[in-house]
T-cell receptor
Framework: KAGVTQTPRYLIKTRGQQVTLSCSPISGHRSVSWYQQTPGQGLQFLFEYFSETQRNKGNFPGRFSGRQFSNSRSEMNVSTLELGDSALYLC??????????????FGPGTRLLVL | AQSVTQLDSHVSVSEGTPVLLRCNYSSSYSPSLFWYVQHPNKGLQLLLKYTSAATLVKGINGFEAEFKKSETSFHLTKPSAHMSDAAEYFCVVSDRNSGNTGKLIFGQGTTLQVKP
């Protein structure tokens, strides 16, 4: 099976712009989660989508949003970019199981640089 | 609230010597615990996971971890380090407070340096 893919891999934007990142999960996986990784804050949970519905959300401002399509592919959008949004954005997919013990498999990430 | 603490931000070993990366967790529930590895400029790769079956969990590349409820620990070990093991390692707990949803809580990471 192909792994989780993310596009683009690298992105440079300027403050005030908006950006859309894409994630294609492993075939058959219906849950997609997004994480932000920065040197200062480490890895932080952004949100999770399952069957086109946001199931959980982290503590990020409303500038961060996402969606999931019927084929489980997901996008996240950041509007009005700030310098502090520079980070590696990681997407993970999982297959539902009982008890919340599903394993998440990560993509290679999109590295966003905001100038 | 669930949390994980990685006790060392940086560990340095010589090639061929044992590796020990320490992790303590806090959880009100029976936790799901994971170790992930991240090589430079790469995504996260799952090393192993604990989901309340055997307390000694074997993973890829010779790594293993032992779940010790009495000590709330989930330390990662490997008998003999290889140069290719140099990377950042994350101890992770699944946040079941969110109701079985996909929120992982990460430790701050441990950088493993392997000297020749």
């Amino acid at each position: 099976k192909a792994g989780v893919t993310q596009t683009p891999r690298y992105l440079i934007k300027t403050r005030g712009q908006q950006v859309t990142l894409s994630c294609s999960p492993i075939s058959g996986h219906r849950s997609v989660s997004w994480y932000q990784q920065t040197p200062g804050q480490g890895l932080q949970f952004l949100f999770e989508y399952f069957s086109e519905t946001q199931r959980n959300k982290g503590n990020f401002p409303g500038r961060f949003s996402g969606r999931q399509f019927s084929n489980s592919r997901s996008e996240m959008n950041v509007s009005t970019l700030e310098l502090g949004d520079s980070a590696l954005y990681l997407c993970a997919s999982s297959s539902p199981s009982t008890g919340g013990r599903e394993t998440q498999y990560f993509g290679p990430g999109t590295r966003l640089l905001v100038l | 609230a669930q949390s994980v603490t990685q006790l060392d931000s940086h560990v340095s070993v010589s090639e061929g010597t044992p590796v020990l990366l320490r992790c303590n967790y806090s959880s009100s529930y029976s936790p799901s615990l994971f170790w992930y590895v991240q090589h430079p400029n790469k995504g996260l790769q799952l090393l192993l996971k604990y989901t309340s079956a055997a307390t000694l969990v074997k993973g890829i590349n010779g790594f293993e971890a032992e779940f010790k409820k009495s000590e709330t620990s989930f330390h990662l070990t490997k008998p003999s380090a290889h140069m290719s093991d140099a990377a950042e390692y994350f101890c992770v707990v699944s946040d079941r407070n969110s109701g079985n949803t996909g929120k992982l809580i990460f430790g701050q990471g441990t950088t493993l340096q392997v000297k020749p």
